[in-house]
């Protein structure tokens, strides 16, 4: 917990209480009101200034945002390719170490807004597996008299 400088101020004043043994640091918590670890952590600081928070009040860089654009163009070629596939790809031909589940999420995020850039509405996918290899189509949007029906019921 990173104190306010309003209550770290307000903690700060029992410092020297506790260094004296005149109060302990639960008595310290009672008082304040804080967890005795967060009273300990900042009565035991050397320092003399208030913690600062580390947000700047922007969102944070994710590590997927480097290969963005990768991810991005591989979806605009094939949009149902698999979170895993792409995770795979920019491992072994880009060298990247960040995590699978933050690939997904993206890739979650980014499929309905590049299927709706694409200039087609089917796709076709191939399925190569070694008993059988099979095709099969899928509409982005979704088209059709089940999608109509679908769709104004959402809305």
Same mark, same amino acid.
């Given at each position: ?6 209550? $770290?101020?307000?903690?700060? *004043?029992?410092?020297?209480? /506790? ?16 967890? $005795?670890?967060?009273? !300990? +952590?900042?009565?035991?600081?050397? !320092?003399?200034?208030?913690?600062? @928070? ?8 994710? #590590?997927?945002?480097? #290969? ?10 094939? #949009?149902?390719? +698999?979170?895993? /596939? &792409?995770?795979? @790809? ?11 589940? *933050?690939? +997904?999420?993206? #890739?979650?995020?980014?499929?309905? *807004? &590049? ?7 089917? &796709?076709?996918?191939?399925?190569? !597996?070694?008993?059988? =290899?099979?095709? =099969? !189509?899928?509409? $982005?949007?979704? =088209?059709?008299?089940?999608? +109509? ?7």
């Amino acid at each position: 917990m990173v104190l306010d400088p309003q209550r $770290w101020l307000e903690l700060r *004043r029992f410092r020297g209480l /506790v260094e004296s043994g005149a109060m302990s640091l639960s008595e310290v918590a009672k008082e304040t009101g804080l967890n $005795w670890r967060t009273v !300990s +952590k900042y009565l035991s600081a050397d !320092s003399s200034a208030p913690p600062r @928070r580390t947000a700047s009040g922007q969102p944070r860089k994710r #590590v997927v945002d480097e #290969v963005a654009p990768l991810i991005d163009a591989m979806l605009r070629a094939e #949009v149902l390719m +698999k979170a895993a /596939v &792409i995770h795979e @790809r920019l491992a072994t031909e880009y060298g990247f170490t960040g995590n699978y589940q *933050r690939v +997904k999420l993206y #890739v979650q995020e980014a499929r309905p *807004r &590049i299927g709706e850039e694409l200039p087609f509405h089917c &796709i076709r996918r191939r399925s190569d !597996s070694p008993a059988t =290899t099979t095709s =099969t !189509s899928m509409c $982005w949007p979704p =088209t059709g008299p089940r999608a +109509k029906a679908a769709s104004n019921a959402r809305c």
